[in-house]
């Protein structure tokens, strides 16, 4: 075996090349750049975090014109209510057979509104104008016979008058004859007549006395005539009074039958508008629901806007700010930006123990068709040296209100700290009234702009800051 051919060659050792660090070193420097280029933004938060003061803000908004006239004046919620509202319905009950408003409908004084059924009611009136007619008759008959009985007894006062004087011809000519008779006894006595002359004075003066007797009896029935005469006068008398008083008691029946009948027809007690609809044609209405339990107790019910007024409830706190007479500045919850001028009228004289409130009616000196009763309302008692409120005074206008808290006072000067981006600036501004924990501000802000609410006392203008998150 030749060994010769397991020689194993090698090749001849090269001369190692020395190697350069610096990519190395600007490879590790990049990937430190990197990460710290990412890692950077959340380590910077970290200090600031750590290093920046934290800050509430507020953002400036334009105030509508109820909190701005709040911040000078005593405010309280309340509503607008009618002092003259009516539930319309009927003395009588009855089903409604006619019905002539709807909501919102504008009635006048004395207006039919609805109609109940009626027949009976005019059944009944009608037979009062019958009765009424009868006893009008009565009366009428009454009246006559009290004229018959005045005539007769006029009649038999002349029969008396004409049998008085017949009795007293009779008794003058029998009193004649008495004489001449006694003339003719004296005459036959001494001889100068004779007998039969005596017996025809005798028979003249016993003729002319049964006369005067019958004249005498005849003005005796006379008067009784006339004596039954004036008692049947006075019967008449009775009657025609007694006639009279059945057609005043026919009257008062027939006016009650008409007051029935009229209690039918719902009418409206004075101008205003139909608010709500309580029942429908149909259904029985009773004043005091005694038709069954269906029944209703009202047509509908109807206010006088005319009388439209706010109820407010003051908290008793607040209640020696408001005065009878003061002025008040009124603003709808639907119409937050419009001010209605009004009057306190009157102040309740008893409280809420419950709310711990006092009611206060408060009257409006403008209206408008906008007012609606029950609409929510903010009040604002005014003191009583301030001015009308005017769209120049801030108050009819909307304007700039902060918390008190966003103040700061700096040299002298009073102002707040504005945010810019991360920054705060100090911004000097014109005050004006300050009420609750707010104030006004006249000048120096305006409407979108962020401030700071309680700022530390170590903040200074140019500051950066840091915006606590709600």
């Known amino acids: 075996m030749d060994l010769k051919d397991l020689k194993i060659e090698r090749q001849p050792k090269q001369k190692r090349r020395s190697s350069n660090p610096w990519p190395l070193r600007l490879g590790i420097l990049a990937v430190l750049a990197g990460a710290g280029w990412l890692v ?5 938060k970290f200090f600031d975090q750590v290093r920046l003061p934290q800050v509430r803000t507020f953002l400036v908004k334009e105030a509508a014109p109820a909190a701005a006239a709040a911040v000078s004046g005593t405010a309280a919620n309340g509503y607008v209510v009618a002092a003259r509202r009516a539930a319309l319905s009927s003395d009588v009950p009855g089903r409604i057979v006619e019905l002539n408003v709807t909501e919102g409908s504008i009635v006048k004084k004395g207006d039919i509104v609805a109609r109940l059924f009626s027949a009976e ?71 100068i007549e004779g007998i039969r002359r005596q017996q025809q004075a005798d028979r003249d003066f016993a003729a002319a006395t049964a006369r005067l007797s019958s004249l005498v009896a005849g003005m005796d029935s006379s008067s009784a005539r006339v004596e039954t005469a004036v008692q049947r006068a006075k019967v ?20 009650q039958a008409r007051a029935t009948l009229d209690k039918t027809d719902v009418r409206a007690p004075f101008d205003g508008i139909v608010v709500l ?28 806007f005319d009388s439209l007024e706010v109820q407010a409830n003051v908290p008793e706190s607040a209640l020696s700010s408001v005065t009878a007479g003061a002025a008040a500045d009124i603003f709808l919850e639907a119409f937050p930006d419009d001010r209605y001028a009004g009057i306190v009228d009157r102040i309740w004289p008893t409280a809420d123990r419950q709310k711990g409130t006092v009611e206060v009616r408060v009257r409006f000196t403008q209206r408008d068709d906008r007012l609606r009763p029950e609409m929510g309302v903010r009040v604002v008692f005014r003191a009583g040296d301030a001015p009308e409120p005017t769209a120049q005074s801030g108050i009819a206008a909307r304007s700039i209100i902060i918390p008190v808290e ?62 606590e998150t709600q």
């Not at 018959?148 to 004087?165: C, F, G, P, Q």
């Not at 008449?236 to 006016?255: L, P």
């Not at 259904?283 to 209703?296: F, L």
């Open 40 to 44: 950077w933004p959340m380590a910077s």
């Open 121 to 191: 009611y005019r059944a009944a009136w009608q037979q009062s104008e019958a009765n009424l007619a009868v006893a009008n008759a009565g009366v009428t008959r009454a009246v006559a016979n009290f004229a018959v009985a005045n005539a007769a007894i006029t009649e038999a006062r002349s029969s008396l008058l004409a049998a008085t004087a017949l009795r007293d011809e009779g008794k003058t000519q029998r009193d004649y004859l008495a004489q001449e008779r006694t003339r003719v006894a004296q005459l036959t006595t001494t001889g």
């Open 236 to 255: 008449a008398a009775a009657e025609v009074a007694v006639a009279k008083s059945q057609t005043d008691a026919a009257k008062a029946g027939r006016d």
């Open 277 to 304: 609809k309580d029942a429908e044609v149909g259904e029985v209405v009773s004043p005091n629901v005694q038709g069954g339990g269906n029944a209703r107790g009202a047509v509908c019910t109807m206010v006088d």
């Open 406 to 467: 966003a103040l700061v006072q700096i040299a002298g000067k009073t102002g707040t700290f504005l945010v810019e981006r991360d920054t705060v600036r100090f911004m000097e501004v014109k005050t004006g009234d300050r009420k609750s924990g707010r104030v006004a501000i006249d000048a120096g802000l305006r409407a979108n702009q962020t401030i700071v609410v309680n700022p530390p006392t170590s903040l200074q203008d140019g500051d950066r800051i840091r915006i």
